[in-house]
């Protein structure tokens, strides 16, 4: 019995075999951490060029693995309606950065017309390069997982209604969003 | 003794049971975590349409118990100044994708008296669906414990006064924000 | 040997000695988490205003000790191109809340001009009021150690080549955005 209870003894946790086990487990744990798999983004924009950075950013990280939504508000939502990818533009005005092929003075940029110059131009560089269209993008992120959700604020202002919408949309409010996005390391507004 | 000794081994601990303890509090702990009660929110946008953004999701922040708070700097520092609420206007210019009423040639979105037009517009509609006016959702914001911080280097660059402010505002720098929003889930520019 | 037994079995820890010292490093290891000491921007507009605000906060973080990032894409990968400091501009239209010297009118704002007047009130202003210019600001960005990360799909989609660009810029694509942000509390979009 001495030796029986001589080994039970050896087994005996000290206080500092506990923190030790404590500081490696919560190491893992941060590794673990549930706030790193997911993203909530924000997309608030309507224009052609704004377009693009949710949804690539929303493709990536579905790809990636990641829990990933898009809450759609403000002009934003337009990006989830039906018929969007034809009719959306570019505005080359106050884009001062805009890369044009061409240098244009202000005026030109201004002019009727522009906008169109402007989205067959972005279309065509967007195409030639090999990234897909905004059509073919919201297709990449519904087919990979990523939540497409409409602030239903937005649309009781201005008068959207849930039929103007493509397929496979959810509906919430910022406070839907917020609960979600509290416990997301990356949550960016568009 | 040795039954009394035999009760006091059944209560040893192993360092399995140790890694148990730990991965349960360890998992309660990320359910506290307390940057996801924090949201820190940068306004920096002075358009009518883009004040509403950070009013609303910080009032929506605030009723759903977060330490909420908003840092005005850039042209978002008009929000809080003294009677901005009545002078805001909406820029329908570069807004491509603004779901206007009516559709809008560009040359006519940039003639004179279209930011007022459009301004009494958006106006109309966020009171007509009951969404609060920006200086109805600035007093939700104050009286439900938002802080509202403006940003003292850009009110050097722009030479803007405390007095030119509304009551119960803050002032701090960029790395006053830095602090606090390091340890928040939620950080959105605006 | 009845006393040393004894002894051994005092310092026995119990369930709720292992909870308590869980909770305590638990506590430590959320003061220490990494993602607070990392921040992760982006920098998606071109014109000089939006310019410093993803400048300014990344030396403020680098200055405070954080590990620092921007990826700048979009629009935003001008910021980085050489000789981009002397020829950036601002745009006064659509920017209703830009605090001008002057009050201007919409007709104003649009005339041919307008944008090199806007851009020389900021130098000078920011001058004025001892804020680094942009070219400065890269500077003290690059020496305190914030990484400049160049996105490589709009690289390509614009044909913007390596030798475009500043010394020290690294080059990458989204997905490695991704993976750095989701270990970051501050992820900004600008």
């Known amino acids: 019995m001495a030796l029986e209870l001589a080994e039970t003894l050896t087994e005996t946790l000290t206080e500092s075999d ?6 490696d487990e ?41 829990e990933t939504s898009i809450f759609f508000t ?8 039906k018929g969007f990818p034809e009719k959306v533009k570019v505005s080359p005005v106050g884009n001062p950065a805009m890369p044009m092929p061409l240098p244009m003075a202000d005026t030109f940029t201004s002019l009727p017309g522009m906008k169109a110059f402007a989205t067959a131009q972005m279309k065509a560089k967007f ?49 839907a969003y917020l609960s979600e996005a509290r416990r997301a390391h990356i949550t960016l507004f568009i």
Chains 1, 2, 3 share one sequence.
């Open 127 to 175: 195409k030639k390069y090999g990234v897909a269209s905004v059509g073919e993008l919201i297709n990449v992120c519904r087919d990979s997982g990523v939540r497409l959700i409409a602030c239903t604020m937005t649309m009781e202002v201005f008068g959207i209604k849930k039929s103007d919408f493509i397929d496979g949309v959810e509906y919430a409010g910022a406070g």
């Open 18 to 23: 506990v923190r030790r086990i404590v500081r």
């Open 74 to 81: 403000f002009y934003g939502l337009n990006i989830i309606r």
């Open 26 to 66: 919560v190491t893992q744990a941060f590794k673990k951490d549930p706030a790193a798999k997911r993203i909530c983004l924000i997309a608030s924009k309507g224009s052609l060029d704004w377009t693009y950075p949710p949804l690539i950013l929303a493709s990536a990280a579905a790809a990636a693995g990641m």
